[in-house]
């Protein structure tokens, strides 16, 4: 910028200048005279000065000052004008001299044509003199004129404006403050909750079938991978699948709502559960544990358990994969009344038929019909988390129709190079199947997995085809303590045949441990239920938890499988038999305490419920 020039007039507030004249008028003759000098010729007051010292305008000290600011305007304009035909001509007769001095009479007149603007709007805002002064000084020196002054008047010196501005950002601050630290409290108390909740320490996996217990073997009990479930050491910490056994006998219990069913096979579907909000499911679980469904039928409200078939390192969502069963409730309940969107009450996960790698450097996984769902979940948890480790499933199904995840299966064996699959079917004629027809066999066991003898091997299935697959291993060389098992289907032999001793659970007032034959006979005997007052036959092939749900006896259970625990309830009078009773530890025994789903009679029974 450039103060006004010798040979510019200077804009005086007593009267009109002579815009481009280089003097402003003298006509007042008196102090105000003094303010009309040029800015850089005679030692007279100059504009700025002069008007910081004036306390008001009059009205005819505002129209002078006016007048003046658009004559300066005006006289400027004109000399931007010849000072733009001057340049074009410069430039084009290549006269470099004279196109710089014309450039720069441009910039000088744009400079005055500003100080006049910034004269007229401080006047038309109705500023004080020095005001004006200051606004045209800082037009004078290229600097941005401060047209709206903010008041200052507020707290310290600082305006109003400033201490708004101030609290609303202090304000939103502390908002966002709250927010974080509400955030924080939930995410502890969401790890606190996930590491309190635990699975049974060393109670057998169990899904069983519609209607039917699933049984565990002795073997499945030793070094299955403790049961424990997964926890986290803090906030966004992948899941430890791998630490030991919590506390037993606390479960999660809620509802989950159905995102989507999948039809699997004819007969079978996968239902998708996600949590009721939409986030992530409320509990973690180990490859090969299983939930425990209820829900209101006919009046009465039932629970069946099915193994969780989707990988444990998914937290979006848990899936189980469920076969309709000839006469099944629950099964028919799942395939014709639920629907996607539906709440259905969940409880788990519990079992101990599981596989995270750690336990093996391989694995084998047999399985037959819907018993491939637990060992699917470790399939899929294994390529989830790339374990290295060889992984070969022996499958058989009925026929090809009923072989279930046949296209994830070829899938996943395109992707994983450690996962090699043998499927068998016992019906194939007439169809396009071009593998192994018939039973899993000894030959067929050796043909596809050549090394058996040295695996550590799961075996899941209908209680047939494990009893024979189990002898068959056997005859490989398998140990029996590399084996684990989980049986789909009814438990069976609860009451032993005819002249087998069995050891008899003791009553509180009656000879603990003693041996007695059981002879199986028709259903003569009888169940007392002391609490409610009800008496109920007992046949020897029903449990002491199904006569109670018949007769309306409120007894709770979770998985009917003898490895919850759910179901304990006093024996007062009578002896039992239980193929299942891991739930119960030896001071439960002594005390009479027995399984309600495990618990069948020959003979006459009370129990306290």
């Not at 004008?81 to 001509?89: I, N, P, S, V």
């Not at 519609?210 to 073997?217: H, L, M």
């Amino acid at each position: 910028m450039h103060p006004v020039r010798a040979g510019e007039g200077a804009l005086h507030p007593n009267g009109p200048a002579n815009p481009g004249s280089g003097r402003s008028s003298d006509a007042s003759g008196d102090a105000g005279a003094g303010m009309m000098g040029e800015m850089m010729g005679r030692p007279r007051k100059e504009l700025y000065p002069s008007l910081m010292e004036m306390p008001v305008l009059s009205p005819e000290q505002r129209r002078n000052l006016e007048s003046q600011a658009r004559g300066r305007i005006n006289g400027e304009i004109d000399g931007i004008a010849a000072a733009e035909m001057d340049l074009r001509h410069a430039i084009a007769a290549g006269d470099v001299v004279a196109a710089d001095r014309a450039s720069g009479r441009i910039r000088y007149a744009l400079d005055g044509v500003q100080s006049g603007v910034t004269v007229l709007r401080s006047l038309i805002e109705g500023m004080s003199p020095p005001h004006i002064a200051q606004n045209w000084f800082k037009a004078q020196m290229n600097l941005r004129p401060q047209l709206a002054l903010v008041d200052t008047d507020g707290m310290l010196g600082v305006s109003w404006f400033h201490v708004a501005t101030m609290a609303l950002l202090a304000i939103f601050s502390a908002g966002m403050l709250a927010v974080y630290v509400a955030r924080m409290r939930r995410a502890n108390a969401l790890v606190d909750r996930l590491m309190r909740v635990p699975a049974p320490t060393s109670s057998p996996a169990s899904s069983p079938s519609d209607g039917a217990s699933s049984v565990t073997s002795a073997t499945s009990r030793s070094g299955a991978g403790g049961g424990g479930l997964p926890t986290l050491d803090k906030v966004g910490s992948a899941p430890d699948l791998h630490r030991g056994p919590a506390r037993p006998g606390e479960f999660w219990k809620g509802k989950l709502r159905i995102a989507a069913i999948y039809p699997e096979t004819p007969g079978v579907k996968t239902f998708r559960l996600q949590a009721a909000d939409g986030g992530c499911i409320p509990f973690s679980f180990l490859p090969g544990q299983f939930l425990t469904y209820a829900a209101e039928i006919d009046g009465k409200t039932v629970r069946r358990s099915y193994t969780i078939a989707s990988s444990a390192a998914r937290t979006a969502y848990v899936e189980t994969t469920i076969k309709r069963e000839d006469g099944g409730l629950f099964s028919d309940y799942m395939h014709d009344k639920v629907r996607e969107g539906d709440l259905l009450d969940v409880m788990g996960p519990s079992g101990a038929f599981t596989f995270t790698g750690a336990e093996a450097e391989s694995v084998v996984l047999i399985g037959g019909g819907v018993g491939i769902t637990p060992l699917m979940a470790a399939i899929r948890y294994l390529s989830d988390i790339a374990w290295p480790g060889q992984i070969d499933l022996v499958y058989g199904a009925q026929t090809t129709e009923q072989f279930i995840f046949r296209d994830e299966l070829e899938y996943l064996q395109r992707r994983m190079t450690n996962l090699r699959v043998a499927a068998t079917m016992v019906r194939a004629a007439g169809t396009s199947w071009m593998g192994s027809e018939g039973q899993i066999t000894a030959d067929f066991l050796r043909r596809a997995v050549p090394d058996l003898a040295k695996r550590r091997v799961h075996l899941c299935g209908p209680p047939g085809m494990m009893e024979a697959v189990r002898k068959t291993l056997g005859e490989l060389g398998v140990p029996p303590a590399q084996i684990k098992t989980e049986a789909f289907g009814p438990a069976r032999g609860a009451v032993p045949p005819p002249g087998k001793a069995v050891v008899e659970m003791p009553t509180p007032n009656g000879d603990g441990g003693r041996e007695v034959a059981a002879a199986i006979g028709p259903a003569t005997a009888s169940i007392r239920f002391a609490r409610s007052g009800k008496v109920a036959p007992l046949p020897p092939d029903r449990s002491v938890l199904e006569v109670a749900e018949n007769v309306g006896v409120p007894i709770d259970y979770s998985c009917r499988a003898g490895v919850c625990g759910i179901c304990k309830t006093h024996l007062l009078e009578g002896h039992v038999t239980m193929e299942i009773q891991d739930a119960l530890t030896e001071d439960d025994k002594s005390k009479g305490i027995i399984l309600a789903c495990q618990a069948k009679s020959v003979g006459n029974l009370v129990v306290e419920a």
